[in-house]
């Protein structure tokens, strides 16, 4: 007999990992916004992530996965089991194989370091394992750097990943939507994430609409 239930609601899996990266704002914005989307979040946190994240943020992450899952779900006002946070050598984690859940994979934001492990199949930790799966499995992968200015081999790096298929998406807002304030420019890139990942977003208008709003008017 067939277990399947017509019924049932299909939660979208998202892996999130935040990396020592300067742009820890970028990671936490898109892990809220995917909390409210009601989708359930897989996270994983670097040890230079937990530092920046203290750096640039009033968020102090303990360091065990139980309490981080807890830290980061009170920050999120996410719902019971909507965030699971994974250690960094979790290998019994869903996105360290090919045969867990198929779900996008997030690296936001992405340091140089982890770029440079991606591209040449290190899987040293969790975070780069589940990049080294997303990319041998041709699953959707997502890398966000956040650094300047880029080095030979920096480039070198991303155009690798991009022929391998992962999207490069640097931490580089536009100003076309008049941003006012700091957050305005975090939630431009989280609205570009949030587009590629397939979930609806209201943070950022879509070029052009104003021009179709008003032809249909």
Known sequence: MSSHNPGKVTIKTINLAITGA???QYGLRLMQCLV???CRVHVMVSRAAQVVIATETELQLPGAPAAMQSR????????????????????????ASGSGEKAPLVICPCSTGTL????????NN?????????LKERRTLILVPRE???????????????????????????????PERVEDL??????????????PQTLMP????????????
Not at 128 to 133: K, N, P, T, W
Not at 206 to 217: H, N
């Open 126 to 134: 969790l975070i780069e394992r589940a990049g080294d799966v997303a």
């Open 206 to 217: 879509r070029w052009g609409q104003e021009r179709v709003d008003s032809k249909l008017a």
């Open 72 to 95: 980061l779900s009170d920050y999120c006002s996410a719902q019971p089991g909507q965030i699971l946070v994974f250690g960094r050598e979790d290998w019994f984690a869903p996105p």
């Open 36 to 38: 409210l989307a009601g």
């Open 22 to 24: 300067s742009g820890a």
């Open 148 to 178: 300047a200015p880029y080095s030979e081999v920096h480039l070198e790096n991303m155009l690798r990943l991009t022929r391998m298929g992962a999207i490069v998406m640097p931490a580089s807002p536009g100003f076309y939507h008049k």
């Open 116 to 123: 440079s492990a991606l591209a040449s199949g290190a899987s």
């Open 186 to 199: 975090v939630d431009f890139i989280v609205a570009r994430l949030l587009d590629h990942l397939g979930i």
